[in-house]
């Protein structure tokens, strides 16, 4: 009832003067106590609510806010064993309390990353830092792309006008919209994979006034690059997707809650949505974008819900799903980037043609991101039901170090042996089959030298940092796990193995979302896998 009253209050501004965006701007400024109290006293809620979501995430709170620059904290560059002499480095030109950490800034194809002056960049000798920091010149995120099918996500577009001109066809026919939706089948891409006409069908199904799109563009998933490439290389698919989606149940807002880790992402989206504007190529429907400011749990779509509204990102209890109390408490349709990007594909050449590439149960083509191990690391438009073989092979064109095991689908996704990869599909049935997870499709290779324990514990501290903090399960189990692994390796002390399993059933039960309740997988893999070589941490 609480988080409903606040809401009800934030909603008042709503997203013109966002409560969010507000708390957001006095913590960069570093403001004193008095600017957030007289915030609060301006929106009529309680000082603890500013604090609450001030204090939560990676770039307001008081710790790591002022920081002059960021260093890279994710998987792939952990695995890649290079933060560390980073680290080095930069402390030859910054204090040690200058230098913050970022989540995962997009740079898994290169490594040595971080953030300064907003922008991120990827080093690999003193000369270059130090040109860097001299001179604070933009550095371009280049990686290899490529497609091994029709391609739908990764093909150019050459007329900005002609491209939003298929609204035009659809505005005023809403069942064809869901109708070949349905037919294609198409499924989130955001790691669940839940299919996306429901959501259109359910929405557009609520009799409200006021209903409202929403992309979760917080790709938090180290290893994942996708949705980055679609907003800087391909904003217009995204952008056209969540237009349609508008118009398709009725909403005229649609916002873009975009990773602050991302800051060429949210520069090439603002330049795309001013381009719409000039071109007068929406009318009056409306695009808000909301600056992400370091969580990884606004991933799930509730927590994100209640980020951009200005309360503490914590999951909601469902039902109600977002479909009928979503932002504000209104009707909401909330997907991923990569699955508005295919809508107008689908929508040009029908949800037949769509679901005609990949498999039955999961068509047309996915983003695959391949990490530095792969001799041509990169972004690749797959077809559903490609052997995972096939595209190590040919697209990341083998490995450049002995690699025992691949993390696909972001830290809640499953640990792969690196013989299983022949047995696998990129597809959701062949993972899940298998006891692994498709998620995002990003792929972080673990190399022989790398001790699955400290994996396994990064997995859990992980988890523990990011965790919004409402159940138990997640809050206190992942930071038990990350205690008793740490333990075992730096302590006379042996892990009770029906104690841990005991913890993984709890988390795995009693969790309120994906973050808690997806963390035993990928252990679950490790000790099932890698157990000769966990078993002297086990007693």
Same mark, same amino acid.
């Given at each position: 009832?609480?988080?409903?009253?606040?809401?009800?209050?934030?909603?008042?501004?709503?997203?013109?003067?966002?409560?969010?965006?507000?708390?957001?701007?006095?913590?960069?400024?570093?403001?004193?106590?008095?600017?957030?109290?007289?915030?609060?006293?301006?929106?009529?809620?309680?000082?603890?609510?500013?604090?609450?979501?001030?204090?939560?995430?990676d770039?307001?709170?008081?710790?790591?806010?002022?920081?002059?620059?960021?260093?890279?904290?994710?998987?792939?560059?952990?695995?890649?064993?290079?933060?560390?002499k980073?680290?080095?480095?930069?402390?030859?030109?910054?204090?040690?309390?200058?230098?913050?950490?970022?989540a995962?800034?997009?740079?898994?194809?290169?490594?040595?990353?971080?953030?300064?002056?907003?922008?991120?960049?990827?080093?690999?000798?003193?000369?270059?830092?130090?040109?860097?920091?001299?001179?604070?010149?933009?550095?371009?995120?280049?990686?290899?792309?490529?497609?091994?099918?029709?391609?739908?996500?990764?093909?150019?577009?050459?007329?900005?006008?002609?491209?939003?001109?298929?609204?035009?066809?659809?505005?005023?026919?809403?069942?064809?919209?869901?109708?070949?939706?349905?037919?294609?089948?198409?499924?989130?891409?955001?790691?669940?994979?839940?299919?996306?006409?429901?959501?259109?069908?359910?929405?557009?199904?609520?009799?409200?006034?006021?209903?409202?799109?929403?992309c979760?563009?917080?790709?938090?998933?180290?290893?994942?690059?996708?949705?980055?490439?679609?907003?800087?290389?391909q904003?217009? /698919?995204?952008?056209? %997707?969540?237009? !349609?989606?508008? @118009?398709?149940?009725?909403? $005229? #807002?649609?916002?873009? *809650?975009?990773?602050?880790?991302?800051?060429?992402?949210?520069?090439?989206?603002?330049?795309?949505?001013?381009?719409l504007?000039?071109?007068?190529?929406?009318?009056?429907?409306?695009?808000?974008?909301?600056?992400?400011?370091?969580?990884?749990?606004?991933?799930?779509?509730?927590?994100?819900?209640?980020?951009?509204?200005?309360?503490?990102?914590?999951?909601?209890?469902?039902?109600?799903?977002?479909?009928?109390?979503?932002?504000y408490?209104?009707?909401?349709?909330?997907?991923?980037?990569?699955?508005?990007?295919?809508?107008?594909?689908?929508?040009?050449?029908?949800?037949a043609?769509?679901?005609?590439?990949?498999? /039955?149960?999961?068509? %047309?083509?996915? !983003?695959?991101? @391949?990490?530095?191990?792969? $001799? #041509?690391?990169?972004? *690749?438009?797959?077809?559903?039901?490609?052997?995972?073989?096939?595209?190590?092979?040919?697209?990341?064109?083998?490995?450049?170090?002995?690699?025992?095991?691949?993390?696909?689908?972001?830290?809640?996704?499953?640990?792969?042996?690196?013989?299983?990869?022949?047995?696998?599909?990129?597809?959701?049935?062949?993972?899940?089959?298998?006891?692994?997870?498709?998620?995002?499709?990003?792929?972080?290779?673990?190399?022989?030298?790398?001790?699955?324990?400290?994996?396994?514990?990064?997995?859990?501290?992980?988890?523990?940092?990011?965790?919004?903090?409402?159940?138990?399960?997640?809050?206190?189990?992942s930071f038990?796990?990350?205690?008793?692994?740490?333990?075992?390796?730096?302590?006379?002390?042996?892990?009770?193995?029906?104690?841990?399993?005991?913890?993984?059933?709890?988390?795995?039960?009693?969790?309120?979302?994906?973050?808690?309740g997806?963390?035993?997988?990928?252990?679950k893999?490790?000790?099932?896998?890698?157990?000769?070589?966990?078993?002297?941490?086990?007693?």
């Open positions: 009832m609480a988080n409903k009253n606040i809401r009800s209050l934030s909603s008042r501004k709503e997203l013109d003067d966002n409560l969010f965006e507000n708390i957001a701007d006095l913590s960069h400024k570093n403001a004193p106590k008095s600017e957030f109290q007289e915030l609060a006293k301006r929106f009529m809620i309680d000082d603890s609510v500013i604090a609450g979501t001030s204090s939560f995430y770039f307001t709170r008081e710790s790591n806010r002022n920081k002059k620059i960021h260093v890279c904290s994710g998987t792939a560059c952990m695995v890649a064993n290079t933060q560390n980073l680290h080095e480095n930069l402390e030859n030109h910054f204090d040690k309390d200058e230098i913050g950490h970022a995962c800034v997009g740079r898994c194809h290169t490594n040595n990353a971080f953030m300064y002056h907003d922008n991120t960049y990827s080093v690999h000798n003193e000369k270059e830092l130090i040109s860097i920091i001299d001179h604070k010149k933009h550095q371009e995120n280049k990686y290899n792309i490529g497609c091994n099918t029709t391609p739908i996500l990764t093909a150019e577009i050459k007329d900005i006008t002609a491209f939003y001109k298929l609204a035009e066809v659809y505005k005023n026919d809403q069942q064809q919209v869901i109708q070949e939706i349905k037919t294609s089948n198409l499924r989130g891409r955001g790691g669940a994979g839940f299919p996306f006409w429901f959501k259109l069908d359910a929405v557009n199904k609520e009799t409200n006034s006021q209903k409202y799109i929403v979760n563009a917080d790709e938090g998933d180290p290893g994942a690059y996708s949705d980055m490439y679609l907003m800087e290389h904003p217009h /698919k995204v952008l056209f %997707g969540m237009y !349609l989606s508008g @118009l398709t149940v009725g909403a $005229n #807002t649609a916002v873009l *809650y975009i990773r602050g880790e991302y800051p060429d992402s949210l520069r090439v989206v603002d330049e795309a949505i001013s381009t504007k000039e071109k007068n190529l929406i009318g009056d429907f409306k695009f808000k974008i909301i600056r992400g400011q370091g969580s990884y749990v606004c991933g799930e779509e509730t927590a994100l819900l209640n980020s951009i509204e200005g309360l503490r990102p914590e999951v909601r209890v469902r039902p109600p799903y977002p479909a009928q109390y979503g932002l408490g209104k009707p909401t349709v909330l997907s991923n980037v990569e699955t508005f990007a295919n809508i107008h594909w689908i929508l040009e050449n029908g949800g043609a769509y679901s005609a590439l990949g498999t /039955k149960q999961s068509t %047309g083509t996915k !983003l695959v991101s @391949l990490d530095s191990f792969f $001799n #041509t690391p990169g972004m *690749y438009e797959i077809e559903m039901g490609t052997p995972l073989k096939t595209i190590f092979e040919e697209f990341g064109n083998g490995l450049n170090s002995k690699i025992k095991a691949f993390q696909i689908g972001g830290p809640l996704g499953g640990i792969v042996p690196f013989d299983k990869i022949k047995d696998l599909a990129l597809d959701f049935e062949s993972l899940n089959s298998h006891g692994f997870l498709l998620g995002h499709a990003s792929v972080v290779s673990i190399p022989n030298d790398f001790p699955m324990i400290q994996f396994l514990e990064h997995l859990m501290e992980f988890t523990s940092d990011e965790s919004c903090g409402k159940c138990y399960p997640c809050r206190i189990g038990r796990g990350m205690e008793m692994l740490q333990k075992a390796q730096h302590e006379n002390y042996k892990i009770d193995r029906q104690l841990f399993n005991d913890l993984l059933e709890t988390l795995e039960i009693g969790s309120l979302c994906a973050l808690g997806g963390i035993p997988l990928p252990v893999n490790a000790l099932q896998y890698f157990e000769q070589e966990l078993n002297q941490y086990f007693k």
